[in-house]
């Protein structure tokens, strides 16, 4: 199995930044693409930004130029950079991950636990 474990949420001010961070633990033989998803309070889960394991990135309309998303395979990790930060951000960032486990032929969708970032005006 591979565990995702997400760090870095919390509040801050419109404007502000923060830094997420997630990394990729167990029986991993291979990560394929990487990414971020939210989901606000009564809204469904949305892509926020992808990055394939070479490099090539993604984002949604609505953080391009503000966020940027990053990745070190030698730890397994993806990052997602928020600058300028608006309260229409706020929601329970989650990371996911294209990968396959030790073991499994297939490629599979991992998700981690989730971490809320709150955005005030």
């Known amino acids: 199995q591979v565990l995702l474990v997400e760090s870095g949420g919390g509040l801050v001010q419109a404007g502000g930044s923060l830094r997420l961070s997630c990394a990729a633990s167990?029986?991993?033989?291979?990560?394929?693409?990487m990414g971020w998803y939210r989901q606000a309070p009564g809204k469904q889960r949305e892509l926020v930004a992808t990055i394939t394991k070479g490099g090539s990135t993604n984002y949604v309309d609505s953080v391009k130029g503000r966020f940027t998303i990053s990745r070190d395979n030698a730890k397994n990790s993806v990052y997602l950079q928020m600058n300028s930060l608006e309260p229409e951000d706020t929601a329970v960032y989650y990371c996911?991950?294209?990968?396959?486990?030790?073991?499994?032929?297939?490629?599979?969708?991992?998700w981690g636990q989730g971490t809320q970032v709150t955005v005030s005006s």
């Open positions: 167990g029986s991993i033989f291979s990560i394929n693409a």
């Open positions: 996911n991950a294209a990968a396959r486990a030790l073991g499994r032929i297939f490629y599979e969708d991992y």
